[in-house]
């Protein structure tokens, strides 16, 4: 696991080689002249606001898509970006625009194919900071998995990658350990678990396999005292509602101990698919940890492609997916 503290000596060793867990970037939480969370919560409050900070990039927009974030949930999105800054240069900007307008607090995204990119984006959006995988395919080729975070209620306090790459898991999933506190909320810790698991259906066993080693990850963890509320987000590449894919996910959503709430399950089975014109292959599922915060609540899919023009073409073949977690009062 790699202390915070030591997060900072990292990303100046690794930033060399150019594979970074953390990066540092400015903001400027005022830049939006909309009246965006933070500044709800600040309003509300009575927190201090962080002082200004120039980015170097114009303020993103907020009035792109219609806002689904609010003061008193914690919004989550996973969301594959196909090949983040490596078919799309010019990707970072609307991205985003797209987050500010949603006005979400934390964003699983996979894909990323350009650390440059990567870097833009989170400099991009003021509110936020990012940690990104460090693994690597080759020096130069790489499908990473990043976590976006809003930086002034989420605090990262671990990071680590688990089995940093194997046959089963090419691309090893990210763990990212959170503090959230505010000023009008009780605090709360969770581990967020970013994952994008092998495609097509060659990668059915390998899928199998995966899932099973993270069930286990998961209930060692928690029957060894440590954290209990956890988050498995991203690309799945897998179907849940065939017999195949009940099968592949049976860990999940035939535990017969009540470990788990796969959030998407519902939505699997409605429309919009989370893979544009496949299936819903996109997940987010929940520990029982978190159970009294979320209840029965079900994520769902954003239909980003038709509020955005040529969004299939300049920012994925995938819809993002969403979940709302209640925060409980002071």
Same mark, same amino acid.
């Given at each position: 696991m790699v202390h915070p503290r030591l997060l900072s000596l990292a990303f100046a060793a690794l930033?060399?080689?150019?594979?970074d867990l953390l990066r540092d970037s400015p903001g400027d939480p005022s830049a939006d002249a909309s009246p965006g969370k933070d500044a709800a919560v600040d309003a509300a409050t009575g927190c201090p606001a962080g002082p200004p900070v120039e980015t170097g990039y114009p303020p993103p927009r907020s009035d792109l898509v219609k806002r689904i974030g609010g003061p008193d949930t914690l919004d989550i999105v996973a969301w594959n970006v196909r090949n983040l800054g490596a078919e799309n240069k010019q990707i970072a900007a609307p991205l985003a625009d797209v987050i500010t307008s949603l006005d979400l607090d934390l964003i699983a995204i996979e894909e990323v194919a350009s650390i440059?990119?990567?870097?833009?984006?989170?400099?991009?959006?003021?509110?936020?900071?990012?940690?990104?995988?460090?693994? %690597?395919?080759? +020096?130069?080729?790489?499908?990473k998995v990043g976590v976006l975070y809003r930086k002034s209620t989420l605090e990262v306090v671990d990071v680590d990658l688990l089995r940093d790459r194997s046959y089963e898991s090419p691309r090893p999933p990210l763990v990212v350990s959170f503090r959230y506190q505010d000023c009008a909320h009780a605090a709360m810790t969770f581990d967020v678990i970013g994952l994008h698991l092998k495609a097509l259906d060659e990668g059915i066993e390998r899928r199998r396999t995966a899932i099973s080693d993270l069930d286990k990850h998961v209930r060692a963890q928690i029957d060894g005292g440590g954290e209990d509320e956890i988050i498995l987000l991203g690309d799945f590449n897998q179907e849940i509602?065939?017999?195949?894919?009940?099968? %592949?996910?049976? +860990?999940?959503l035939a535990d017969a101990d009540g470990m788990y709430d796969v959030r998407t399950l519902a939505a699997s089975t409605s429309t919009p698919p989370s893979y544009i014109g496949r299936e819903t292959i996109d997940h987010l599922v929940t520990t029982r940890g978190l159970a009294a915060e979320a209840?029965?609540?079900?994520?769902?899919?954003?239909?980003?492609?038709?509020?955005?023009?040529?969004?299939?073409?300049?920012?994925?073949?995938?819809r993002p997916v969403f979940f709302a977690i209640p925060l409980a009062p002071r």
């Open positions: 930033a060399l080689g150019g594979c440059d990119a990567w870097n833009e984006l989170v400099a991009r959006l003021p509110e936020h900071e990012g940690v990104l995988s460090s693994h %690597v395919y080759s +020096p130069t080729n790489y499908q509602v065939s017999e195949v894919g009940k099968g %592949v996910m049976a +860990p999940m209840g029965a609540a079900s994520a769902s899919i954003l239909g980003l492609d038709s509020q955005i023009a040529g969004y299939r073409t300049s920012i994925s073949d995938h």
